[in-house]
């Protein structure tokens, strides 16, 4: 991996990876799962995007040292995702419901394991991300 990548260019590119969500969201509203991957296709990386706002305000042209060699080790990088407006609408609901008594959710908590495969990305999603950062040379754990 070249030494002048940074870290947006990761982040960034995801928003390519997304596709038309279709009606398969609309059931995320519904029940809190997602019916499939969001990815569609393969990563084309002529279709990147930039994102405003998430670049620390450190990184700047007056910090830059210029680039560092192709083995530097960067330890501890977080890949955040974010997620739909279907899904976000879904863990609200969840969330809203948790504290109403009558509702079917009210008191029903869930494991992190269980938020993450009921409100977060599909393992399909999850593995073409993995797959297209490991192929830029970094380590995914």
């Not at 990184?59 to 960067?74: E, I, T």
């Amino acid at each position: 991996m070249s030494g002048n990548l940074l870290y947006s260019f990761y982040a960034t590119a995801l928003l390519s990876l997304l596709g038309s969500p279709g009606a398969a969201l609309a059931q995320t509203a519904l029940t809190g799962r997602s019916a499939r991957g969001l990815i569609a296709g393969t990563i084309d990386e002529g279709r990147l995007h930039r994102m405003e706002g998430n670049t620390r305000s450190e990184a700047n042209p007056q910090n830059d040292r210029g680039a560092v060699p192709d083995d530097l080790s960067m330890d501890h990088l977080l890949l955040q995702l974010q997620r739909t407006p279907e899904q976000e609408l879904a863990v609200q609901g969840y969330v809203d419901g948790l504290q109403k008594p009558g509702s079917p959710a009210f008191h029903q908590w869930l494991t992190a394991a269980e938020f993450g495969e009921r409100f977060g990305a599909s393992q399909e999603d999850i593995d073409a991300i993995t797959g297209w950062l490991q192929s830029h040379g970094l380590a995914v754990h």
